[in-house]
């Protein structure tokens, strides 16, 4: 009845890595771990804590160990996630708290646990931001593996599973350790329930290069092992059991992607300049310094936004110190095949994340005290970064980038405590680049409205389009029931941009974006039009925005701003667009039905 019932079907789910994949699926049922839930006397505390001290020991021996058994160069490269989930066993934060409750509420290590890892994930379930609340699910795959542990359960679905044949996983959810154990010469790809595009999972696989779809919903109980099933990881879609013409015309496009790739990485190494002679640089956006193979792989001229929440996000207790900023980096800055390098100091609140702040208790937080307020109000941890930076720009290009400007002053102070930052490093006969260039993020309406009086202030702009929209717009992107209205090309949305273009040359400095419309290639003449210096994406999207820029001129995409501006709504420019890119790249971008 399932294999008639389940025919054809199409599910739609989150397109988190490209490619195409066919396959018989191979389901891994990580399942709930059963614990044992028992009060315990006094006499039995310090058995307990033993247990879970044991427990926390023997899950990060495993972690190593599966970090030290993957044969693949390449893949090992990636176990930088696992690296972290051993910091969060690691810290004494986490396992006190676990102890602290055995002790406080007399019950079991595994009740412990399982109390102090809920409190953890309620925080995270808090935050509005889709990459921080994903860090949550760090916290839940480290949970997962210490009760396995201590249930006798020694091992992962995925450590337990033999799989014969090329094979598509599909899962209620996959770890990253889970995911970089994967043998890529036996799995095409993967679909899970649940999971979000930044989630580390996801990162995972977009490093693997591996075809993966998540938050399908239900997938997991649609499918039976050995069903043939097609993942496209760039339209988000798994379709299980599909008709033979349907396997012919994925098949077809596999092929098609799989050309497009070794072309694109082909153009990685071209310069981003049209027909016409117009130069724009392209650079990556990346959270991990494990990321700069990929950086250098896709052909970035530099890192246009090195995003450093997690430096602090995975320490969990301790903020991180000056030296903790230092070490990374100069890791960053001693690459030498970039020109730049744009570090984003802390564009968080610390309401959740940093415990040795004291928070107010906020309604809204996404425009409360956090990114630049934050950092102005405890001034402590903002040097402790920027120190680190300065330190690290005697090794390399590194440049500062402020988020959350909304006003002069801001500015201001910043620039106030960067000077004290140096000259108490001068103080101490410490090396840094006396030059450093600092630049703002342009994501609030008012830093556009004012940005003739801020390029004044700074080396450089570079543009959020993410948060930018929402506040312009007043909407959610992430509120299903809003994000309909998320569209970049709303005209009060351009003309921003076209002013603090204009207000940055004006002032002879650069201005870059770095939002998720910077890695969309069909945005790239309106971006070209609107004469940006340089753009920002994730670094797999730097080949085919190279292809697309070189493919232009510059004249014709300000000439096509002009008509796109002239628009009455967001949906005739975006139907106009989309018509003019299929009518010029009629290979890469799919025509527009009539």
Known sequence: MKEELFVNKTLQGIGVSSGIALGRVRLIDRGKVAITKRSITERQIDREIARIKAAIQEATEQLNQI??????????????????????????????SVIDVIRSELINAEWALEIVTFRFLASFDQVEDPYLKERGQDIKYIYERLARILSTEKKSPIERTSIKGKSIIIAHDLSPADTIQLNLNRIS????????????????????????????????????????????????????????????????????????????????????????????RVGANIELLAEMDIVEKYGASGIGLYRTEYIYLSKKHDLPSEMDHYHIYRKLAESRSLEY????????????????????????????????????KEVPLFKAQLKGILRASAFGPLRILIPMVSGIEEVRKTK??????????????????????????????????ISDMLAAEVDFFSIGTNDLIQYALAIDRVNEYVSYLYEPLHPAVLKMIKKAVDDAHANKITIALCGEMAGEPRYVPVLLGLGLDELSMNPYAIPRAKKTIRGLDH???????????????????????????????PGDFPRVQE
């Open 67 to 96: 970090k030290d058994s993957i044969p693949d160069d390449d893949v090992r490269k990636h176990a930088f996630i696992i690296d972290a989930h051993v910091l969060i066993l690691q810290d004494e934060f986490f396992s006190n």
């Open 189 to 280: 790809g993967f679909a899970t329930d649940v999971g979000g595009r930044t989630s580390h999972t996801s990162i995972v696989a977009r490093a693997l290069e591996m075809p993966a779809v998540v938050g399908v919903g239900n997938v997991s109980s649609l499918v039976k092992n050995n069903d043939l099933v097609i993942i496209d990881g760039d339209e988000g879609l798994i379709i299980i059991n599909p008709a033979k013409e349907v396997q012919k015309e994925y098949l077809a496009k596999q092929i098609h992607f799989r050309n497009l790739k070794k072309e694109h990485l082909r153009l990685a190494r071209l310069k981003p300049e049209t027909k016409d002679g117009f130069k724009m």
């Open 341 to 376: 390098i744009t570090i984003r100091t802390l564009d968080i609140g610390g309401d959740k994340f940093v415990s040795e702040i004291e928070m107010p208790k906020e309604i809204n937080p996404a425009m409360g005290l956090r990114a630049i307020r934050l950092c102005i």
């Open 416 to 449: 106030a405590i960067i000077a004290e930052c140096m000259e108490e490093l001068s103080r101490k006969r410490i090396s840094y680049n006396k030059d450093i260039k600092t630049g703002i993020m342009i994501e609030v309406p008012s830093a556009c409205m």
């Open 555 to 585: 004249g014709y995409c300000r000439e096509l701003l002009e008509e796109i501006m002239m628009q009455d709504s967001p949906a005739e420019a975006e139907l106009l667009l989309r018509s003019e890119m299929a009518r010029l790249f």
